[in-house]
């Protein structure tokens, strides 16, 4: 039996990034940029008005004998069109927000500081005195041509989307998502859609694991569930080994009929198959067919926790992060964690913030059958090794399943 921080060393030192290839835009969220990206133009192209109001030389701002200057008005520059005719001394030109500034025009007064006779006014009063350059947004005051804008390795969101958009890289090169199938076993497990019938429980893990894959940022594929036979096992490997990772559950502790694990070995190697950890010590890592494969446990519980414990990581390693672990603060468990475990212990628990500090409460009965223990948790308070006891109040490590990684 390993600890987890060797079993985790042992898996992601396994794992390369996928290869590069080019996503279009809309589907790269997630994803990790590929090549540092250089804007090969200026942004915004061509200088324009910030407001909505009038284009005009500064000089002819300035006030005549105490009293507004009045300029004739000789048209209008709307967003998305180019002015026909240049400004010249003692006129202006009507312009909107996002328009770019005629020939002529060295400054923009916003509409609240002039006064006319109406929309067709043929005239315009100017209100106040305005520098050179006011309300105009230079072209290449974001971005210009020739910078570096993104670094290869970030992580695109969506404002580094928005971003790319403005650059028009309508597809991007990044590391592409993992392809994961997702298999499970035991003549026990019927489909969501089936009536239960003596002996039978309903296939819950295929579903949580494919989105928990979904989430990580794969393409989960679900295989069905393979039967406890040596012959349904292979057959379902058979087309398992099409993608980049495979996750069972199910089949892999020390039962007559836990035979993934025969499988593995026929077919590959495996490199461990326990983990001294509760939920989830049948936890098995290796190779079938060249292809890694994640063995977690049957028990519900235990698959969702050493999923998010080990799946989690290798599909972000995969994906080319370099964040590859949910952060651990330190938080006081109000209820404690009574059960003593000679294994080190996951326990589900709701963090919050509360009066200046961390609070975790612990979901209730810890059992790795009890699903219900799933439910509202946000965390996994973790218990050392060793028969550790931790009393209402106590201070505790708490890994933090909804922060990002670090
Ligand atoms: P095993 O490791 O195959 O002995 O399974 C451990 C426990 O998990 C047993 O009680 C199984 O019935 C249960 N189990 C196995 N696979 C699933 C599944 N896909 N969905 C829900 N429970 C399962
Ligand atoms: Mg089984």
Same mark, same amino acid.
């Given at each position: ?147 570096? =804008?993104? $670094?290869? #390795?970030?992580?695109?969101? !969506?404002?580094?989307?928005? *971003?790319?958009?403005? &650059?028009?890289?309508?597809? /991007? ?117 060249? =292809?890694? $494969?994640? #063995?977690?446990?049957?028990? !519900?519980?235990?698959?969702? *926790?050493?999923?998010? &414990?080990?799946?989690?990581? /290798? ?92």
């Amino acid at each position: 039996m390993i600890s987890v921080e060797e079993a985790l060393a042992r898996i992601l030192a396994e794992i390369k990034a996928l290869p590069v290839t080019q996503i279009p835009l809309p589907e790269a969220l997630g994803l990790v940029l590929a090549q540092d990206i250089v804007a090969q133009e200026d942004i915004p192209p061509f200088a324009n008005s910030a407001m909505d109001g009038f284009a005009l030389l500064s000089s002819d701002s300035q006030p005549r004998d105490g009293k507004p200057p009045r300029l004739r008005i000789t048209g209008e520059v709307a967003a998305g069109y180019v002015a026909d005719h240049a400004v010249e001394e003692g006129t202006a030109m009507r312009i909107m927000t996002g328009a770019p500034v005629p020939l002529g025009a060295d400054t923009v007064i916003q509409v609240e500081l002039t006064r006319t006779e109406g929309p067709r006014s043929e005239w315009v009063e100017i209100m106040e005195a305005v520098p050179r350059g006011n309300n105009i947004r230079p072209a290449g005051e974001d971005m210009h041509r020739g910078q570096t =804008i993104l $670094l290869q #390795g970030s992580e695109i969101g !969506p404002w580094e989307i928005g *971003v790319l958009a403005t &650059l028009g890289w309508a597809s /991007v090169p990044a590391t592409r998502r993992p392809h994961v199938a997702i298999l499970g076993t035991g003549d026990e497990v019927i489909d969501v859609d089936q009536p239960l019938r003596p002996g039978k429980i309903r296939n819950s893990n295929s579903y949580l694991l494919e989105a928990a894959v979904r989430r990580a940022g794969a393409v989960p594929h679900r295989l069905g569930v393979a039967r406890d036979t040596i012959k349904s096992l292979r057959e379902k490997f058979t087309q398992a080994i099409q993608h980049d990772l495979i996750i069972t559950s199910g089949g892999v502790s020390v039962g007559d009929f836990d035979l993934v694990k025969n499988i593995m070995a026929e077919q590959g190697q495996i490199n461990f198959w326990r983990i001294n950890m509760r939920p989830g010590k049948p936890v098995a890592f290796g190779f079938i067919g060249g =292809i890694p $494969l994640l #063995g977690l446990p049957g028990n !519900p519980v235990s698959a969702a *926790v050493t999923f998010e &414990l080990f799946g989690r990581p /290798v599909i972000r390693k995969m994906l080319g992060h370099t964040r590859l672990l949910r952060p651990q603060i330190d938080v006081i468990v109000e209820d404690g964690v009574s059960d003593r475990a000679m294994r080190r212990h996951y326990v589900r628990a709701h963090v919050e913030w509360r009066d200046g500090r961390f609070v975790a409460h612990t979901t209730g009965n810890q059992g790795s059958h009890i699903t219900m223990s799933l439910l509202n948790a946000n965390a996994l308070v973790v218990v050392p090794e060793g028969g550790f006891e931790i009393h209402p109040g106590d201070t505790a490590k708490a890994i933090m399943l909804d922060w990002p990684e670090v």
